[in-house]
């Protein structure tokens, strides 16, 4: 699972969503922003869902979408 566009458009533009990862995932400021950018794992964590869905008002199916499987 990975984040959608609109749910990593939310976390960029809004700063309390951002500060409250950084809080509760005890991570850097630098790090939140890399995560969006890369849209890492770690904001599909029960705790970054939460966080997320509070502060957004985004549901669950707002915020994840399936990846989409490579072909070997």
Known sequence: MKLTQ???GAIRNNKRVRARLQLELD???YTINRY???N?????TA???KIIR????????QIL??????AA
């Open 27 to 29: 991570r850097s400021e």
């Open 36 to 38: 969006v950018q890369e």
């Open 54 to 61: 509070e502060e957004t008002g985004l549901t669950t199916k």
């Open 47 to 49: 705790t970054a869902l």
């Open 40 to 44: 890492d794992i770690m904001l599909t």
């Open 65 to 70: 979408e399936k990846e989409k499987a490579l």
């Open 6 to 8: 609109l749910a990593l």
